[in-house]
Nanobody
Framework: QVHVVESGGGSVQAGDSLRLSCVVS????????MGWFRQAPGKERSFVAA???????NYADSVRGRFTISRDNAKNTVYLQMNSLKPEDTAVYYC????????????????????WGQGTQVTVSS
C-alpha cells in the first residue's frame, strides 16, 4: 500500500518562505514522478509543480521563479521550496504520485496522479 504524507505547512506573512516535505512509502520512490497540487477555498485543485524520476521539472506559471521542487531519493522525499509567498498562495497543498512513470516529463494533469496525501495547509497573510 502506498502512503504519501505531507508536512511543513503553516501561517506566514507575505514575502516569507516555507518548505513543504512529502515522504512516500510503499513503492520505489526513485523511479516515480512526483507532483504538488493545491486547493484554495471554493476553488478546484490545481497543479503547482512536478518532478520526474530523472529530475525534469515543471511548474505552473503562477509559481515559476518563486517555487522550487526537488527530491531526495535516499530519503524517499520530495520538497517544495516556496519563496516570496503571496496571499493568493493560500491553499491546502497536496503531494501526489502517478502509478506509472512512462513519460520523460512529469505530468501536470491531475487525473494522471493516483496516490495522494492528506494535504498540508499554507496560509499567507498580507
Amino acid at each position: 500500500q502506498v502512503h504519501v504524507v505531507e508536512s511543513g505547512g503553516g501561517s506566514v506573512q507575505a514575502g516569507d518562505s516555507l518548505r513543504l516535505s512529502c515522504v512516500v512509502s510503499g513503492r520505489t520512490f526513485a523511479s516515480s514522478h512526483m507532483g504538488w497540487f493545491r486547493q484554495a477555498p471554493g476553488k478546484e485543485r490545481s497543479f503547482v509543480a512536478a518532478i520526474s524520476w530523472s529530475g525534469h521539472t515543471n511548474y505552473a506559471d503562477s509559481v515559476r521563479g518563486r517555487f522550487t521542487i526537488s527530491r531526495d531519493n535516499a530519503k524517499n522525499t520530495v520538497y517544495l521550496q516556496m519563496n516570496s509567498l503571496k496571499p493568493e498562495d493560500t491553499a491546502v497543498y497536496y503531494c501526489a504520485a502517478p502509478a506509472k512513470a512512462e513519460t520523460v516529463l512529469p505530468p501536470s494533469f491531475l487525473p494522471e496522479y493516483d496516490y495522494w496525501g492528506q494535504g498540508t495547509q499554507v496560509t499567507v497573510s498580507s
